[in-house]
């Protein structure tokens, strides 16, 4: 294969470009799932359009551990299928995705009063170990108690039986995977807007689907997009969708929220990913490092509310704080080492009421659900589906898609030909640190960012003192990946957002330079930041940092 530099993409188009014709293909939601639809579904050559109703990734593809894994867990269920299907597609993303999807070792103490012996979790990593042959990481490897308290110092030793060391994979920017997955079907050919609510799916003389009404939020226009078929990958809102259908299906989802805290043990914390059983509840939960913090995961609670109100909750915050405590005693966290807390909604299937005790149990399997058997040909629903499974998922979609479409599928080349080798893009004289990161963040698009650098020297100036970003991500974030405010570059785009200081400190220098891409006046500048300190009120629970709480309490009013 011809292997290039990954071209630019083309332009983002307008709402009114983007509506003003009909597709094969109109996909609901730029999630993990949707983008990876679309890529999918173009490079076997359908005209695809792709509608998200706020930014690409802002749903729960950005709220989640970041973890391209195998489901080790899932082998207790005996869900095997799932675990092989895991495994493949991780070995995928590596191999494509080098700097942005990292092998990352895990360490699982066993300790005497946990739900599996240590035999148990030998033989469950055992068949793991071979059911990821050929992805190229290390084997599993048990080790003594003293070896994992000389590994990890802060572990509690306290009846700890055994350990063991495994490997599976990090995305530390899912959101920025889910943007490339989405540059990947643009330059296939799909077409995509954000700020674009699909309001109802359309049906014609038959009661088949053909399409959707959509609605520009920035506008309030309102158009009626024709499409074959109607992909409705709306993760968690994927019952919202269908509620305006003339007689609704079942429901589909049965959502479970999902919190993690971000904490900071200063330099004291766990090197590798920490993977245990809770005190509390045996539940599993992590520890896992990341930007220079430890995320702390996740809860898994039925949640009957609307997914855009998901939020931490105190009594979460307080039994992750716990568990940590319980599992590193020796290096304890105060509540004032939390930095922030975030929390997302599973799509997950939806459960008879006597399976719905055991969240953890539900499968993470995913389902392509065709509504035709309902009277809705035409309409597909995407239930379930996880980061580390999307290409699969995407493939199952497209088959789909395929069956409704006269013309024969294009063959799909499933990987583009852009240089994916992580010693290729000369990073100048950027800082090591800062030029690791960008690679990590920007992966094949490194090349298209560094252009700029090399352009605009003045553009590799930091964003922020709590951070690594610099200048330049936001021009090209404005130029190049469909930014349409600030949130969007300040919390999906860089890094900025994930700050300690959750990118509120430099919010106004961010939009200025923003607007100064995008044309925005002095009156838009300010909307745009308030808007930003309300989503980040929105998103985040800061407890612990009493001016950064008292600012996004103002802004959540
Ligand atoms: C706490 C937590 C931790 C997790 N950890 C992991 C992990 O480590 N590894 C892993 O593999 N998976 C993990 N997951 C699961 C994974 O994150 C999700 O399953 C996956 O991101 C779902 O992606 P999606 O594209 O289906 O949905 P989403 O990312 O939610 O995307 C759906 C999109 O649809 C848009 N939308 C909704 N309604 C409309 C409409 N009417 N019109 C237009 N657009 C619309 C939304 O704005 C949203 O952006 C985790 C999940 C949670 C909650």
């Given at each position: 294969?011809?292997?290039?530099?990954?071209?630019?993409?083309?332009?983002?188009?307008?709402?009114?470009?983007?509506?003003?014709?009909?597709?094969?293909?109109?996909?609901?939601?730029?999630?993990?799932?949707?983008?990876?639809?679309?890529?999918?579904?173009?490079?076997?050559?359908?005209?695809?359009?792709?509608?998200?109703?706020?930014?690409?990734?802002?749903?729960?593809?950005?709220?989640?551990?970041?973890l391209i894994h195998g489901g080790l867990r899932y082998l207790e269920h005996g869900e095997i299928g799932l675990v092989f299907e895991s495994l493949r597609d991780q070995?995928?993303?590596?191999?494509?995705?080098?700097?942005?999807?990292?092998?990352?070792?895990?360490?699982?103490?066993?300790?005497?009063?946990?739900?599996?012996?240590?035999?148990?979790?030998?033989?469950g990593?055992?068949l793991y170990?071979?059911l990821a042959?050929?992805?190229?990481?290390?084997?599993?490897?048990?080790?003594?108690?003293?070896?994992?308290?000389?590994?990890?110092?802060?572990?509690?030793?306290?009846?700890?039986?055994?350990?063991?060391?495994?490997?599976d994979?990090?995305?530390?920017?899912?959101?920025?995977?889910?943007?490339?997955?989405?540059?990947?079907?643009?330059?296939?050919?799909?077409?995509?807007?954000?700020?674009?609510?699909?309001?109802?799916?359309?049906?014609?003389?038959?009661?088949?689907?053909?399409?959707?009404?959509?609605?520009?939020?920035?506008?309030?226009?309102?158009?009626?997009?024709?499409?074959?078929?109607?992909?409705?990958?709306?993760?968690?809102?994927?019952?919202?969708?269908?509620?305006?259908?003339?007689?609704?299906?079942?429901?589909?989802?049965?959502?479970?929220?999902?919190?993690?805290?971000?904490?900071?043990?200063?330099?004291?914390?766990?090197?590798?990913?920490?993977y245990?059983?809770?005190?509390?509840?045996?539940?599993p939960?992590?520890?896992?490092?990341?930007?220079?913090?430890?995320?702390?995961?996740?809860?898994?609670?039925?949640?009957?509310?609307?997914?855009?109100?998901?939020?931490?909750?105190?009594?979460?915050?307080?039994?992750?704080?716990?568990?940590?405590?319980?599992?590193?005693?020796?290096?304890?966290?105060?509540?004032?080492?939390?930095?922030?807390?975030?929390?997302?909604?599973?799509?997950?299937?939806?459960?008879?009421?006597?399976?719905?005790?055991?969240?953890g149990?539900?499968t993470r399997r995913?389902?392509?659900?065709?509504?035709?058997?309902?009277?809705?040909?035409?309409?597909?629903?995407?239930?379930?589906?996880k980061l580390s499974t999307?290409?699969?998922?995407?493939?199952?979609?497209?088959?789909?898609?395929?069956?409704?479409?006269?013309?024969?599928?294009?063959?799909?080349?499933?990987?583009?030909?852009?240089?994916?080798?992580?010693?290729?893009?000369?990073?100048?004289?950027?800082?090591?640190?800062?030029?690791?990161?960008?690679?990590?963040?920007?992966?094949?698009?490194?090349?298209?960012?560094?252009?700029?650098?090399?352009?605009?020297?003045?553009?590799?100036?930091?964003?922020?003192?709590?951070?690594?970003?610099?200048?330049?991500?936001?021009?090209?974030?404005?130029?190049?990946?469909?930014?349409?405010?600030?949130?969007?570059?300040?919390?999906?785009?860089?890094?900025?957002?994930?700050?300690?200081?959750?990118?509120?400190?430099?919010?106004?220098?961010?939009?200025?330079?923003?607007?100064?891409?995008?044309?925005?006046?002095?009156?838009?500048?300010?909307?745009?930041?308030?808007?930003?300190?309300?989503?980040?009120?929105?998103?985040?629970?800061?407890?612990?940092?009493?001016?950064?709480?008292?600012?996004?309490?103002?802004?959540?009013?």
């Amino acid at each position: 294969m011809n292997r290039v530099p990954m071209p630019a993409p083309p332009p983002f188009p307008t709402f009114a470009e983007a509506v003003n014709r009909s597709y094969d293909v109109l996909i609901i939601g730029g999630g993990i799932n949707g983008t990876g639809i679309a890529r999918e579904a173009a490079l076997r050559g359908r005209s695809v359009l792709l509608v998200e109703k706020h930014d690409y990734g802002w749903g729960t593809t950005w709220r989640s551990t970041k973890l391209i894994h195998g489901g080790l867990r899932y082998l207790e269920h005996g869900e095997i299928g799932l675990v092989f299907e895991s495994l493949r597609d991780q070995a995928t993303l590596l191999r494509a995705y080098p700097d942005m999807v990292r092998p990352i070792e895990l360490l699982l103490p066993a300790f005497r009063g946990d739900r599996h012996r240590p035999i148990v979790l030998d033989l469950g990593l055992t068949l793991y170990d071979a059911l990821a042959l050929g992805r190229g990481l290390p084997r599993h490897r048990r080790i003594s108690p003293g070896e994992a308290a000389r590994l990890e110092p802060g572990l509690r030793r306290a009846g700890l039986r055994a350990a063991f060391r495994y490997y599976d994979c990090q995305v530390a920017y899912p959101e920025r995977l889910c943007l490339q997955t989405l540059q990947e079907a643009r330059l296939a050919g799909a077409t995509a807007v954000s700020r674009a609510t699909v309001v109802a799916p359309l049906l014609d003389g038959h009661g088949r689907i053909c399409g959707a009404r959509v609605r520009d939020e920035e506008s309030g226009a309102v158009a009626d997009v024709r499409a074959t078929v109607v992909v409705n990958a709306a993760g968690p809102w994927v019952d919202a969708v269908l509620r305006d259908l003339p007689r609704p299906p079942t429901r589909q989802i049965g959502g479970t929220r999902g919190t993690h805290i971000v904490v900071d043990y200063r330099g004291r914390g766990p090197r590798r990913a920490l993977y245990a059983e809770a005190t509390a509840d045996h539940r599993p939960f992590f520890i896992v490092p990341w930007r220079g913090m430890h995320l702390v995961g996740t809860t898994d609670i039925p949640c009957a509310d609307p997914p855009d109100d998901a939020r931490a909750t105190p009594e979460e915050i307080a039994y992750l704080l716990t568990e940590a405590n319980n599992l590193l005693p020796h290096t304890p966290l105060a509540e004032a080492d939390i930095a922030y807390a975030y929390a997302g909604v599973r799509p997950l299937p939806a459960v008879d009421a006597r399976d719905a005790h055991d969240p953890g149990a539900i499968t993470r399997r995913h389902i392509v659900r065709d509504h035709a058997s309902e009277g809705f040909p035409g309409l597909i629903s995407i239930i379930g589906g996880k980061l580390s499974t999307f290409r699969s998922l995407a493939h199952a979609a497209a088959d789909a898609i395929d069956r409704y479409l006269a013309a024969p599928p294009r063959r799909s080349p499933g990987e583009l030909p852009f240089v994916r080798s992580p010693v290729i893009v000369a990073m100048d004289d950027l800082p090591p640190q800062t030029a690791d990161y960008l690679r990590q963040m920007y992966g094949p698009s490194l090349t298209l960012l560094m252009a700029l650098l090399r352009e605009r020297p003045d553009l590799r100036a930091p964003v922020c003192e709590h951070g690594l970003d610099v200048r330049g991500q936001i021009v090209f974030a404005a130029r190049h990946e469909g930014v349409r405010g600030l949130s969007d570059a300040l919390l999906r785009r860089t890094g900025v957002g994930w700050n300690r200081c959750l990118g509120l400190h430099c919010a106004v220098e961010v939009a200025r330079l923003l607007g100064g891409e995008l044309g925005w006046t002095d009156e838009r500048i300010a909307r745009e930041v308030e808007a930003y300190h309300h989503e980040v009120a929105a998103t985040f629970t800061t407890t612990t940092t009493p001016a950064l709480a008292a600012s996004v309490d103002q802004a959540a009013g």
